[in-house]
């Protein structure tokens, strides 16, 4: 049989748990998208400075654009907290 705890410990995992079934704000989320936004753009532009101009610059803003919004759409249905939030929470 288990023993079940008795003090009001939490580990660090169940904390994980409880934390990040919590509601996030807009403000949090826009932060977020802002973090993706400059991760895809950097990317894209990296792509289009390698490719030696074989893009157009518009395409390549509007799928940094789509790829930053992909990234925050799949990021808010995950349930953990990782790196992007701690980025998010920071004030700058």
Same mark, same amino acid.
């Given at each position: 049989? !288990?023993?079940?705890?008795?003090?009001? !410990?939490?580990?660090?995992?169940?904390?994980? !748990?409880?934390?990040?079934?919590?509601?996030?704000? *807009?403000?949090? *989320? +826009?932060? +977020?998208?802002?973090?993706?936004?400059?991760?895809?753009?950097?990317?894209?532009?990296?792509?289009?400075?390698?490719?030696?101009?074989?893009?157009?610059?518009?395409?390549?803003?509007?799928?940094? *654009?789509?790829?930053?919004?992909?990234?925050?759409?799949?990021?808010?249905?995950?349930?953990? !907290?990782?790196?992007?939030?701690?980025?998010?929470?920071?004030?700058?």
């Amino acid at each position: 049989m !288990r023993k079940q705890r008795v003090s009001g !410990r939490v580990s660090g995992k169940e904390a994980k !748990r409880q934390d990040s079934g919590a509601r996030v704000s *807009l403000g949090h *989320l +826009v932060k +977020v998208f802002l973090i993706y936004l400059a991760f895809s753009a950097g990317f894209m532009g990296w792509m289009e400075y390698i490719s030696y101009d074989a893009f157009n610059p518009i395409w390549v803003l509007v799928a940094a *654009l789509v790829l930053a919004l992909v990234g925050t759409a799949s990021h808010r249905y995950v349930v953990r !907290r990782n790196r992007v939030d701690e980025l998010a929470d920071k004030e700058f």
